[in-house]
Structures are given as C-alpha cells and as structure tokens.
C-alpha cells in the first residue's frame, strides 16, 4: 500500500494527514499547496484495487501518469453549492 502511495505523489508535493480503516476499506487523505486554497488529494484502498480523487486540476494528469490510468480532472462541487436547496431548509 504504502508503495502505491509513494508512486501516485512522485513528483507532486502532497503531505499526508489522515488514514481511516474501516470494515474492508482504507482512506488515505493528503493535501497539496496551492495559492488560493490547498487541494486534496483522496486514495481509497479496498483489497488489491485503489483509486483516487483530488481538487488538484493542477496534478490530476501527473497522477494519472504516475499510475499509468486514464484520467482526467473532474471539478469539485462546494458542498453548499451541491445541497443547495436541502441546505437553506436546514439553515
């Protein structure tokens, strides 16, 4: 596991935060430095099959690289942004 991690961040400077097990998964959470705001960077582990998720339009094409996958940036939606309506009700 940890050799993937390794080769997905080769290149990029992600530090490393957080690890959450559960039941027959494993998350891994990262952030990268950006100028207005860091970028995340997710990988989720369930046996031998991993993928990942990251904010970073920056790196998504050097992580695909990295683990030789084709991928291309998908734009985040702010959680507020996403549960707009449900959101305002609540509030």
């Not at 891994?28 to 990251?54: H, S």
């Not at 790196?59 to 707009?84: A, L, P, V």
């Amino acid at each position: 596991m940890l050799d993937s991690i390794n080769s997905l961040q080769k290149g990029i400077p992600i530090s490393w935060d957080r690890v959450v097990k559960t039941g027959d998964y494993i998350i891994v959470f990262g952030w990268i430095p950006n100028i207005k705001r860091d970028d995340f960077v997710a990988i989720i582990f369930l046996e031998e099959y991993f993928l990942y998720f990251t904010s970073s339009v920056k790196y998504t094409e050097k992580m695909s690289e990295n683990w030789d996958c084709i991928e291309e940036h998908t734009d985040c939606i702010k959680f507020k942004e996403y549960f707009k309506k449900e959101w305002d009700e609540m509030e």
